[in-house]
């Protein structure tokens, strides 16, 4: 099973490094279950993702206290929304598709003001 967990986790970086330079492509969330899995397959590779110079301290602050800082707060909101309006401009005109758009917009929003906010 730690093979396995291990093959995951790395194959959940991966994409979490994809969703950094991809639009729409969350990044964060294959993060955290990388971390779950390498938690569980890997005590090395578990720490190295929690020690990250590039993406550590936002996994920390997440998984160790359920919160964000104003700025990470404000540059998720911000890129959330300029991707949706990008696939909005790009995507044939269709009410319902806006809709759901709006409502991940809007539901993400949310729950990223939801989060506790963290001082530097």
């Known amino acids: 099973m730690r093979w396995l967990y291990l093959a995951l986790g790395s194959l959940l970086v991966g994409i979490g490094v994809l969703g950094v330079f991809l639009p729409l492509l969350p990044h964060t969330i294959f993060f955290l279950l990388a971390a779950a899995c390498y938690a569980r397959g890997s005590e090395r590779a578990h720490t190295w993702l ?8 936002y996994l920390r602050n997440y998984s160790e206290h359920r919160g964000a800082t104003p700025g990470t707060k404000a540059v998720t909101i911000a890129m959330l929304w300029i991707g949706l309006s990008i ?7 269709t009410v319902w598709i806006y809709a759901i758009l709006a409502a991940v917009g809007v539901g993400v929003t949310t729950y990223v003001l939801s989060l506790r906010t963290l001082r530097d």
């Open 87 to 93: 696939s909005a401009w790009l995507i044939t005109p």
């Open 50 to 57: 929690m020690t990250n110079r590039f993406f550590g301290r």
